[in-house]
């Protein structure tokens, strides 16, 4: 297969139609020109890219990061690629750290429910409606 109409693309990629529509919208992915019969046809390069952006995605990249890391695949410098890699391990390892406190600080509540049996109020609940975070 040398091309592939939207539906063709979008299926192989796994994503809809919308999906690829608004990827050309933000510029991540090439329009093909719009020859006489009116159907667009995607070579195979864009369906890589296409699963470049959705495996980036999955690892957590917002589709800025994507875009900056597609310019650098597309001519720039290896280093570049690497901070923003750096940037994005910065950001989820706090957000590990943040969802270590916040699972600790369950644990606590789940464990106070579990101590509170028969009691009339929930000390989940009570916390949540009087506003208490959850947090250690």
Known sequence: MQ???IGQLAEAAEVNIETVRYYHRRGLLPAPPRPAGGIRRYPIAVLTRLRFI???QSLGFSLDEVEALLS???GQACN???AIAEHKLVD???RIQDLSMLEA???TLVQRCSTSKGKVSCPLIDTLMNGGGLTQ
């Open 3 to 5: 091309e592939m109409t």
């Open 54 to 56: 959705r495996r980036s």
């Open 72 to 74: 650098l695949h597309d």
């Open 80 to 82: 570049a690629a690497r």
């Open 92 to 94: 989820v390892r706090q």
């Open 105 to 107: 600080a369950l644990a």
